[in-house]
T-cell receptor, first 111, second 114 residues
Framework: DAKTTQPPSMDCAEGRAANLPCNHS???????VYWYRQIHSQGPQYIIH???NNETNEMASLIITEDRKSSTLILPHATLRDTAVYYC????????????FGDGTTLTVKP | KAGVTQTPRYLIKTRGQQVTLSCSPI?????VSWYQQTPGQGLQFLFE???????NKGNFPGRFSGRQFSNSRSEMNVSTLELGDSALYLC?????????????FGSGTRLTVV
């Protein structure tokens, strides 16, 4: 399974955009990029996913590079409640449940 | 609609005992996956069930087992508990097994082995 690399921590000012990078250089053509976040050891919360096109929903935007080897999750206007651990994972189209979670990025939004 | 429900939320067991955890997926979801989360190892995949059949398995000893019922509800069992089994056990459900379907996680069961 493709592995992901994320910075261990990032800070962001409240109200500013938070840009969280992820490297997945060994991603295969049929693998999706997913982002989840986890707050205070609750279950991870789904944010967004994509295959090769950029995606946007009410929570965030996902920018995937043309070669698909990296992606960026954008929280357009970070709030204090966005402080969490953010996981970028690569999910194969078969065996999709067998996803590998890395260590994630701890995002701290500061007032 | 109701989310993924895991019971119990908290559990304390003694080393050597066995434990059964339950997961009720979102209505209509047929795929259920289980994960173990510990401070040292992070989130690790245990197994995935679809249509009452185990489809994938992670690298855990045979003491960890699971099953899925015809209504898609799932249980996982850990026998001969060890101190290292103390963890947050998370269940996630999805409509089906394809990667284009997001997985929704429950709040987890916090197991403490003493």
């Amino acid at each position: 399974d493709a592995k992901t690399t994320q910075p261990p921590s990032m800070d962001c000012a409240e109200g500013r955009a938070a840009n969280l990078p992820c490297n997945h250089s060994t991603i295969s053509g049929n693998e999706y990029v997913y982002w989840y976040r986890q707050i205070h050891s609750q279950g991870p919360q789904y944010i967004i996913h994509g295959l090769k096109n950029n995606e946007t929903n009410e929570m965030a935007s996902l920018i995937i590079t043309e070669d698909r080897k990296s992606s960026t999750l954008i929280l357009p206007h970070a709030t204090l409640r966005d402080t969490a651990v953010y996981y970028c994972i690569v999910r194969p189209n078969t065996n999709a449940g067998k996803s590998t979670f890395g260590d994630g990025t701890t995002l701290t939004v500061k007032p | 609609k109701a989310g993924v429900t895991q019971t119990p939320r908290y559990l304390i067991k003694t080393r050597g005992q066995q434990v059964t955890l339950s997961c009720s997926p979102i209505s209509g979801h047929r795929s259920v996956s289980w994960y173990q989360q510990t401070p040292g190892q992070g989130l690790q995949f245990l197994f995935e069930y679809f249509s009452e059949t185990q489809r994938n398995k992670g690298n855990f000893p045979g003491r960890f087992s699971g099953r899925q019922f015809s209504n898609s509800r799932s249980e996982m069992n850990v026998s001969t508990l060890e101190l290292g089994d103390s963890a947050l056990y998370l269940c996630a459900s999805s409509l089906t097994m394809g990667a284009n379907y997001g997985y929704t996680f429950g709040s987890g069961t916090r197991l403490t082995v003493v």
